[in-house]
């Protein structure tokens, strides 16, 4: 219909498809059990995650909103005019229509997701907010190539300066060989003179940390326990979440906050047909979150071959943005 807001071009790049029920398994075979976080975020887990971000004890995205709304006109000087943003793990979200709207007249946006139906329909949202910007959805993945040169995005588009923008301190969730690697895919997607925006979380008191990842609410707690619902659900499992809490805690020697599902019993149970059995104070590693210093950040950017132009550091809870060049 005419009313409906059209996108410049969505493509489906055809990311291969997890596989839920072999990464499950393998993740509970493991000698130290481990899920892989990406499965945190069906329906019920990503209204669990916003939930977290209004948590008073979960600093990370309102500092990075205010951080970002800060530095909107220095960010606008070093994009200039007409710049390219795109954006992996897309976006119809309240970040980037920050970042869209502190830019002077952005040329276009290309919002990537391994979700396909999740991507275009971000973008088509941020489509009829935007009528001026030529917007576009690709379904991708990291680990595949990607040419941005060939994207169908006009002459003028393509004219502009790219910039990468990868917020939420994300990087932080991939053990750091990973991120390393994931830094240096986005450092491909660059020319000379475009640029990635990154979001990183900083170093602060371990118990800022913890209650960060363990909000009172239990909110945390719950977005964890329910990875496990699904896998009862979806996999026809029988672990019995009361047996299992949720601690996380920050570890000053990796830098990082680990979370993790403690049993308190010994506990038998049975996924997608494989019989497990988890001891009384076994743990099942459920996710990281690293947290750098400025120098930390700007050593792992440079094995990426990544050079620091500018850093801001949010002025409560310290939280940094990084405008990194090739
Ligand atoms: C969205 C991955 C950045 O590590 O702060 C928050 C995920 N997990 N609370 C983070 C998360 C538990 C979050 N990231």
């Not at 019920?44 to 951080?67: H, K, N």
């Not at 390393?180 to 940390?209: F, N, P, Q, V, Y």
Request: aromatic share 10%; net charge negative; glycine share 8%.
């Amino acid at each position: 219909t005419g009313q409906t807001p059209s996108l410049s071009f969505y493509e489906d790049m055809h990311p291969p498809a997890a596989d839920f029920r072999s990464d499950i398994l393998a993740g509970l075979s493991k000698p130290q059990k481990a899920l892989p976080p990406k499965y945190y975020y069906d329906e019920e887990g990503s209204r669990l995650f916003d939930a977290i971000t209004e948590q008073p004890e979960y600093y990370v995205t309102g500092t990075e909103l205010e951080l970002l709304r800060a530095i909107g006109p220095e960010l606008a000087a070093l994009a200039g005019e007409g710049a390219v943003v795109l954006e992996p793990g897309a976006g119809s979200s309240v970040k980037i229509r920050t970042l869209l709207d502190a830019l002077e007249r952005p040329a276009a946006f290309v919002g990537m997701d391994i979700s396909g139906d999740h991507v275009r329909a971000a973008c088509e949202e941020l489509a009829a907010d935007y009528p001026e910007l030529e917007i576009g959805a690709l379904c991708h993945d990291f680990t595949q190539k990607l040419d941005v040169d060939a994207l169908p995005l006009s002459e003028n588009a393509h004219a502009g300066r790219r910039v990468v923008f990868f917020p939420g301190s994300t990087i932080g969730n991939f053990e750091l060989i990973d991120a390393l690697g994931l830094l240096k895919t986005l450092r491909s997607w660059l020319r000379e003179g475009d640029a990635l925006l990154i979001g990183t979380d900083m170093r602060k008191a371990s118990e800022t940390l913890e209650a960060a990842y363990d909000d009172k609410a239990g909110v945390t707690a719950a977005f964890n326990l329910n990875l496990i619902a699904r896998i009862n659900r979806e996999l026809d499992g029988d672990i019995d979440a009361d047996g299992l809490q949720y601690r996380a805690f920050w570890n000053p020697y990796r830098s990082r906050v680990e979370m993790y599902l403690m049993a308190v019993r010994d506990m038998h149970f049975t996924v997608a047909g494989e019989r497990f059995v988890i001891r009384k104070h076994e743990t099942i590693h459920m996710e990281n979150s690293h947290k750098f210093t400025l120098d930390t950040f700007h050593d792992l950017a440079a094995k990426a071959g990544l050079k620091s132009r500018k850093a801001w550091v949010s002025g409560r809870e310290p939280f940094s943005m990084h405008w990194l060049e090739p």
